[in-house]
T-cell receptor, first 116, second 111 residues
Framework: DADVTQTPRNRITKTGKRIMLECSQTKGHDRMYWYRQDPGLGLRLIYYSFDVKDINKGEISDGYSVSRQAQAKFSLSLESAIPNQTALYFC???????????????FGPGTRLLVL | RKEVEQDPGPFNVPEGATVAFNCTYSNSASQSFFWYRQDCRKEPKLLMSVYSSGNEDGRFTAQLNRASQYISLLIRDSKLSDSATYLCVVNYWGAGNMLTFGGGTRLMVKP
């Protein structure tokens, strides 16, 4: 089973609709992140959370909100979707990698969102 | 100016070739450096960390030049399975383990 899962994997919606993307992890990590990826722009950080009571804005938080329901769950919401939010969204967790001796980020499989 | 810059490619190389990717970063306070690999429509996965002394993992060699704020990845004896996008990533601990990603360099290895 995957350590970081995202639902849905694909979603098509219309402008103005509210959308929630879910992320769950079984790695026991405190730190979780939401990124979006657009062609040629790399991954950009939307929000991050270092524990259940800690939520922080990232580079591009406008138009998004998050909820950290539990250590294992971190959801991303688009309150009123717009076409330029069409992108590939990744959830990630961060924790120690014993093999590498340092903290490593682990990504979910991604959610492909199309806003019409 | 982007914080982490990479040549987007694509780099088209034959099997067995040696290929090198470069990356520059703008934040001199960056403290950790990585190469991630991303297959088409998949999530990024850590390929290797980059250490100041340079490091090697099989056919892959990573180097860091802090003075020039420059990171490189060398792939020897390219395989078809190396075809992917390679993301240069830097980490500044002052921002709480935030990763900053380059736009990626696409590699296509041909038979």
């Amino acid at each position: 089973d995957a350590d970081v899962t995202q639902t849905p994997r694909n979603r098509i919606t219309k402008t103005g609709k509210r959308i929630m993307l879910e992320c769950s992890q079984t790695k026991g990590h405190d730190r979780m992140y939401w990124y979006r990826q657009d062609p040629g722009l790399g991954l950009r950080l939307i929000y991050y959370s270092f524990d259940v009571k800690d939520i922080n804005k990232g580079e591009i938080s406008d138009g998004y909100s998050v909820s950290r329901q539990a250590q294992a769950k971190f959801s991303l919401s688009l309150e009123s979707a717009i076409p330029n939010q069409t992108a590939l969204y990744f959830c990630a967790t961060s924790g120690p990698d014993r093999d590498r001796g340092q903290e490593t980020q682990y990504f979910g499989p991604g959610t492909r969102l199309l806003v019409l | 100016r982007k914080e982490v810059e990479q040549d987007p490619g694509p780099f088209n190389v034959p099997e067995g070739a040696t290929v090198a990717f470069n990356c520059t970063y703008s934040n001199s306070a960056s403290q950790s450096f990585f190469w991630y690999r991303q297959d088409c429509r998949k999530e990024p996965k850590l390929l290797m960390s980059v250490y100041s002394s340079g490091n090697e993992d099989g056919r892959f060699t990573a180097q860091l030049n802090r003075a020039s704020q420059y990171i490189s990845l060398l792939i020897r004896d390219s395989k078809l399975s190396d075809s992917a996008t390679y993301l240069c990533v830097v980490n500044y601990w002052g921002a709480g383990n935030m990763l900053t990603f380059g736009g990626g360099t696409r590699l296509m290895v041909k038979p």
